[in-house]
């Protein structure tokens, strides 16, 4: 490696390329998810929320994986590779982590991995395969705007009047349908109101109650309210700001939290 690295200014450049997307890519991917990254700090404490794709997204395993997977020489390691790559999902949705509409089209995804490979070559594939994440991204990006809309619209149907302050979304792995969310409102009295729950965008194919719960973080009935428009809202909790306040002076994790907050919002607007 050594020597082909002094010999060649083509394996040089291709070494420094690929240190430098890795580097990239790592926060790059971070930021598309519910968590978020803050890579200014301490110079900008501001988080970037992409609120779009599930923090382990199985697609992305099985779209580049399989193709690296199928390439292996030994026959025995090749399976067993190829084997553990599919036996992940399965797991996944036998302890419902994973909807299995959704085992359904990962598997599809490695299946045709493995015939590309074949017929065409690794680097076809794996061309193909991150052709298949990017696009991907950009459906969960359109689909996240499109929930935010559905949210908005169902809260100023019960009051035309809310003032929302806030409404994160948490991707579900491989289920476009599918989003975890937290309504933040304001009340009339000064308090805050938070509600929340799963959004199907839609209803009449998946249900909120479909979509796996132990992913949300909770569980609806199929008899929840707002069922026919696609919102089941599960958890609620209100409370005053000036509670807060008195909380803050108290602790300062509260304190630090309302710092994380205001930085977040000042990015938002």
């Known amino acids: 490696m050594r020597a082909l690295l002094r010999g060649s200014s083509a394996a040089r450049c291709g070494l420094g390329a690929t240190i430098v997307i890795g580097l990239l890519l790592h926060p790059g991917m971070d930021a598309l998810n519910v968590y978020g990254v803050h890579p200014f700090a ?3 404490t501001h988080w970037y929320y992409g609120d779009m794709v599930f923090i382990v997204e199985p ?5 580049l994986g399989t193709p690296l ?6 026959a025995g390691w090749r399976r067993l590779l190829l084997g553990l790559l599919l036996a992940a999902p ?3 949705t036998v302890f419902g982590f994973l909807q299995p509409g959704s085992l359904l089209g990962l598997a599809l995804v490695w299946a045709l991995s493995q015939w590309l490979t074949r ?8 061309i193909a395969g991150v052709a298949l ?13 499109l929930a935010r809309d559905q949210l908005s619209a169902a809260l100023r149907r019960d009051d035309a009047s809310v003032h929302i302050l806030d409404l994160p979304l948490s991707a579900f792995p491989t289920n476009p ?3 975890g969310t937290v309504a933040v409102t304001r009340d009339d009295l000064g308090g805050y109101r938070l509600r929340r729950g799963v959004l199907s965008l839609a209803p009449r194919w998946v249900a909120p109650s479909a979509c796996p719960a132990k992913i949300a973080g909770v569980y609806v009935s199929a008899g929840a309210a707002d069922v026919p428009q696609g919102i089941a809202w599960a958890v609620e909790t209100h409370g005053s700001v000036a509670g807060l306040r008195v909380l803050r002076e108290r602790d300062c994790r509260i304190d630090a939290l309302a710092a994380l907050c205001a930085g977040a919002s000042a990015h938002q607007r």
């Open 59 to 63: 697609l992305f395993w099985l779209a």
């Open 69 to 74: 997977a199928a390439q292996v020489a030994h």
């Open 119 to 126: 017929r065409a070559g690794e680097r076809a594939a794996l």
């Open 177 to 179: 349908l599918c989003w």
């Open 133 to 145: 994440c990017f696009g991907f991204v950009l459906l969960q990006g359109t689909l996240a705007g």
């Open 42 to 44: 301490p110079f900008d």
């Open 90 to 92: 399965v797991l996944f």
